[in-house]
């Protein structure tokens, strides 16, 4: 996993600097905060035309649960990264990736928790209407031949 953070944070490395290196060609230059503004509404825009459709897709057909697992996931890569700055900023501890890692761990545990009763409740449900659908095909049978 560090090795894909690498190679994200040199991808991001390239890209700052194309993006430098074009706003330096420019007459007027953008200033630090004009950069961060455009960048960055460029990639908000750009996920929300990618994340839009998908969620969409799940909603149609009743996955809200994986839409629910998916925001808590950027919400705790977030705020695992957040813990960790913080506590490098403050002393409190060492900014360390393992702790991110196994603070993820730790959730992808829990979900896994879930989801096996996720399952076994629709299994529960599934066998009961089964039983249901059966007894009720019986007595139907029963009134018929009278």
Do not use: C
Not at 27 to 48: M, P, Q, R, W, Y
Not at 101 to 125: E, K
């Amino acid at each position: 996993m560090s090795k894909y953070l690498h190679m994200l944070v040199a991808w991001v490395t390239r890209a700052h600097r194309y993006i430098m290196t074009l706003n330096d060609s420019f007459e007027t230059n953008f200033s630090d905060k004009e950069l961060h503004f455009l960048v960055i509404g460029a990639i908000g825009l750009a996920l929300i035309l990618l994340v839009y459709p998908v969620f969409r897709l799940l909603a149609r057909r009743n996955r809200v649960l994986v839409i629910t697992w998916i925001y808590a996931l950027t919400v705790l890569v977030v705020l695992t990264f957040a813990i960790e700055i913080g506590q490098s900023v403050t002393g409190t501890g060492s900014m360390e990736f393992a702790d991110v890692m196994a603070g993820m761990g730790g959730f992808f545990a829990v979900s896994a928790v879930i989801a096996a009763l996720h399952l076994l409740l629709y299994a529960i449900r599934s066998v009961v209407r089964l039983i249901r659908g059966r007894a009720q095909s019986v007595r139907g049978d029963r009134a018929g031949a009278l």
